[in-house]
């Protein structure tokens, strides 16, 4: 029996460095807490600068409110801070920093020096904890700068996880963008080796974000801003098609804070769920701004996650206002725009201009009729072909035949051919409109389901025979929880010890097979809350409902029906892309059409 050992109190140092292994996972993470007590000390600039990666030398210089002298050494006792003096205080934190562990864990695992000057001082004044905690007199100006060099000297242990330079540099690099993203006020230039390898900030929050992930974004981005209650949501979402394979362009921030959060990042996902295309990740720039009693920020040592007061109510916020926004975005081509130059009328072209004059689509029918406008029915057409020809030179006339529909009537324009009987040719004012005719009608196919479920929740369609189905205790008792929210939906069952009768299913859903539906509806309520759940088994339900039912390759359509499926398109949410993430059609504008073919070059 080992011998019983007595209850001792850690030296300060033992326990710094044990802080230390919670706090300070690499030079990134030292970084961080540098910078956030710059940014808390209200700074405008920050400069760092960083030799191998950070494990060297790490050196944060900022243009704050400074440190008094008397204050030098209480900035590396434990847990002393000026951001929090009651409870009161920790229930509504409106700082970044607010442990109290950052500056003495350092401290106790690198070589630290610490100058600073206040606002108000004639000099600055300087203190290296590992020598000694005096204070001695330095030149500097207003402001604080914090030197770090040789990080886990005495902990060699600790060194030895740390990676190559090039990716503890890249690191520090993110972090720096991601902190530029939440930093109104501030910008800030990041050195290696003394040379900018990068400076991040601006005057406006689409300067800052154009400063760290370009002006893409911003281009192929939802802007959002919504308000309820005590929260308020705004930023950039990408689009579905701008889209990243990884989730490292993903930036959100509650209170100007970093974060990286379970319940976030559902929300998120669920409002791309049947827009994104598989295994890839939304691109997203998003701060949330609420009471600070609402959300616990010392949750997680390194300050990455957080606690909601009301989580459930944060997450339907999130989800419902980014799901609207991406839904009732419209993009520019399906926006009505003033026809080009080009296609208004104009008078008799020269013989230069007749060279550069664009071939366009003429449609003839059997019989040497031309075939009517997309506004009148011609259900018996039977057979089509296209002719190439030079548009008119008559004198003031239309560059268009005057009996062809204006391509400014609406966005995606009008039909004009099948490709392999895959895809459809149209022409609108910007250029041409190729369509994935399967993709684009498997979207309007699953809206509509979407909105018919949604408008006939208490329908349903009674089995002619009642299907059984045996159950295990566990699905009995998932089923039993729940069975008052599938009534609702639209299912009847009765349950017993062992089995299941279903006699009646959603009418919307009756053309699917009832035990697959019931081993979905299980899958689904076993992982998933019954809201969620209910989401995740419409989604998927009615997406492989739609898929079937949508045109399929070589399904050969007339120029009505092809037009028809255009103006669906149009008036469909979220047509830009099929329930799958594939795109719907795509644009080629008319300056594109005369790159392609080097004309006026």
Not at 59 to 80: E, K, M, S, W
Not at 110 to 129: F, G, M, N, V, Y
Not at 212 to 221: K, P, R, Y
Request: hydrophobic share 35%.
């Amino acid at each position: 029996m080992t011998e019983r050992q007595r209850i001792q109190q850690l030296p300060n140092e033992l326990i710094n460095q044990i802080a230390a292994g919670e706090v300070i996972e690499r030079p990134a993470s030292v970084v961080k807490e540098i910078v956030e007590n710059a940014l808390d000390a209200g700074a405008t600039r920050i400069e760092i600068d960083i030799e191998d990666g950070g494990s060297k030398l790490i050196r944060v210089r900022d243009n704050g409110c400074g440190i008094y002298q008397d204050d030098l050494p209480l900035a590396f006792a434990t847990h002393a801070t000026s951001k929090i003096s009651n409870f009161d205080d920790l229930e509504h934190v409106r700082t970044l920093g607010f442990r109290g562990e950052a500056l003495p864990s350092i401290g106790s695992v690198a070589k630290t020096t610490l100058t600073s000057r206040s606002k108000d001082s004639e000099h600055a004044w300087q203190i290296s904890p590992h020598l000694s905690l005096e204070t001695t007199p330095a030149a500097h100006p207003p402001g604080t700068t914090i030197e770090i060099r040789d990080l886990f000297y005495n902990t060699p242990a600790r060194k030895k996880f740390l990676k190559s330079e090039r990716t503890e540099r890249f690191h520090i690099e993110q972090l720096i963008q991601r902190l530029a993203l939440g930093s109104p006020q501030a910008t800030f230039i990041l050195r290696q080796h003394g040379k900018t390898i990068g400076e991040y900030g601006g005057d406006t929050p689409e300067a800052r974000v154009a400063s760290v992930m370009g002006d893409e974004l911003l281009e192929q981005a939802v802007p959002i801003d919504a308000s309820s209650q005590e929260m308020r949501l705004w930023g950039w979402v990408g689009l579905p098609t701008y889209n990243h394979s990884q989730t490292d362009k993903q930036h959100f921030f509650i209170n100007g804070r970093m974060i990286r959060d379970k319940v976030i990042v559902h929300a998120i996902r669920q409002a791309y769920q049947d827009v994104l295309y598989n295994r890839r990740h939304p691109i997203f720039v998003l701060h949330l701004d609420l009471d600070p009693a609402l959300v616990d920020v010392n949750a997680h040592p390194a300050k990455h996650e957080v606690r909601f007061r009301e989580a459930r109510l944060t997450h339907d916020f999130i989800f419902s206002t980014l799901n609207h926004a991406l839904r009732a975005h419209r993009p520019k081509q399906m926006q009505a725009v003033a026809p080009p130059p080009s296609m208004q009328p104009t008078a008799a072209p020269s013989s230069a201009q007749r060279a550069q004059t664009p071939l366009r689509f003429q449609t003839s029918m059997a019989g040497g009729q031309h075939r009517p406008s997309p506004s009148r029915s011609n259900a018996r057409e039977t057979e089509r072909y296209y002719q190439w020809t030079h548009a008119p030179e008559t004198p003031s006339q239309p560059i268009t035949a005057p009996n062809e529909p204006q391509p400014t009537e609406h966005p995606l324009g009008y039909a004009l051919a099948q490709v392999h009987g895959l895809f459809i040719l149209a022409q609108n004012a910007q250029g041409l409109v190729l369509v994935d005719m399967h993709a684009a009608h498997e979207r309007i196919l699953y809206e509509r389901f979407k909105a018919q479920l949604s408008s006939e929740q208490s329908s349903s369609q009674r089995l002619l025979m009642p299907q059984r189905f045996n159950l295990n205790g566990a699905d009995h008792d998932i089923l039993l929880a729940h069975q008052d929210w599938l009534k609702r939906l639209g299912f009847y069952f009765t349950l017993e010890a062992n089995h299941i009768n279903i006699n009646a299913l959603p009418a919307i859903l009756k053309h699917v097979a009832a035990a697959d539906l019931l081993a979905l509806i299980l899958e689904e309520l076993r992982e998933y809350p019954s809201t969620t759940a209910l989401k995740r088994m419409e989604d998927e339900i009615l997406s492989s409902m739609a898929c079937h039912r949508a045109i399929r390759a070589n399904h050969s359509l007339s120029i009505n029906e092809m037009n028809q499926l255009l103006r669906d398109i149009e008036q469909t949410p979220s047509s830009g892309q099929c329930n799958h993430g594939r795109p719907t059609w795509t644009q080629l504008s008319i300056d594109e059409l005369d790159k392609l073919f080097m004309r006026g070059q």
